[in-house]
């Protein structure tokens, strides 16, 4: 008797997955074409709107539908809000956690069917002022930073003062919560102490939240260098306007999203209009540590695996 065959890939599976990487290559060079302020400026705005999706799918939404205003996937339109997609619809590419896509359709390609519910407010009002706040988001991100060896500390500094970060000091470890074992006891595990984030605490949570948003897009664009390039890039080389660009980007994109008013708006506004192109800069980095910093405000996340270089 013959055992179970293995499962092979088919050339018809082939020819996807090849099919799925020209796209996104094509996608993701033609993201590197937006140098002038003009063009930057109105991706950001965009990736605003949508908060729903991560910054990185935010931005290929804009790639490839400018004028879109909300989308979804097929399914979820039908189960959410009753409506269906188009026949002659337009499919839309993001990228889905496990990989490797999923197509989303904008309002515009879908109609309403004999049950349809009401739009969401970011359909019918997609320009409206979001008053937001900072609550849990706060503490959940200074737990989730030591993962990565980032130990936030608090200190009373000057009026001018926002925040920094810098290489630690000595060796040393970091606790980490682990989640709760089988028994449900807490589960800590020690964490190598690779960087310190000063932050100025006279100031509002939300401005302190905006300076450790900033420090950590210092961080994750890899301006200060990496203990593992499996988890984000040495770009350390950066030119120094590049990399407050970058940060400044970072921290308008994470507060933006919350409808934080943040001093990142201000500088980029300022740079803007100083400047028809921005720095020669990565807005695939930009958009991973904008993410990245997001998710940290959002949930607990796990310790990072050991890998080996």
């Not at 097929?74 to 002659?88: I, P, S």
């Not at 939240?209 to 301006?223: D, Q, V």
């Not at 390039?229 to 919350?258: H, Q, T």
């Amino acid at each position: 008797m013959r055992g179970p065959v293995a499962e092979q890939e088919t050339p018809v599976d082939l020819w996807d997955a090849n099919a799925t990487r020209r796209l996104l290559d094509e996608l993701f060079s033609f993201a590197r074409q937006y140098r002038t302020s003009a063009e930057y400026r109105a991706l950001l705005k965009f990736i605003i709107r949508f908060p729903a999706l991560a910054p990185y799918n935010a931005m290929l939404v804009y790639i490839q539908m400018a004028g879109a205003q909300f989308v979804l996937p097929a399914h979820r339109w039908t189960k959410q809000f009753g409506r269906t997609v188009k026949a002659n619809a337009r499919p839309l590419v993001i990228l889905r956690t496990m990989g490797p896509v999923e197509f989303v359709f904008d309002v515009s390609d879908t109609e309403p069917g004999p049950d349809a519910k009401p739009l969401p407010k970011d359909v019918t009002d997609p320009f409206a002022v979001r008053a937001g706040f900072v609550g849990g988001e706060w503490e959940l991100t200074i737990e989730n930073a030591k993962r990565d060896g980032v130990a936030v500390l608090p200190r009373k500094e000057g009026s001018q003062s926002g925040g920094s970060i810098r290489a630690a000091g000595g060796a040393g470890y970091l606790s980490f919560f682990a989640g709760n074992d089988r028994k449900g006891n807490p589960k800590f595990v020690e964490v190598s102490h690779h960087y310190d984030i000063i932050i100025n605490d006279q100031s509002s949570l939300e401005v302190r939240y905006a300076s450790l948003a900033h420090e950590l897009g210092h961080l994750y664009c890899g301006h200060v260098g990496t203990p593992n390039r499996k988890w984000w890039p040495d770009r350390r080389k950066a030119d120094k306007n590049v990399v407050e660009f970058e940060a400044e980007s970072v921290a308008y994109l994470v507060c933006g999203r919350r409808g934080i008013e943040t001093p990142s708006a201000e500088y980029l506004a300022g740079y803007f209009g100083k400047n028809l192109e921005v720095p020669e800069m990565s807005v695939d980095a930009v958009m991973k540590a904008a993410g990245t910093v997001e998710k940290m405000g959002q949930k607990r996340l796990k310790p990072r695996e050991e890998e080996k270089e």
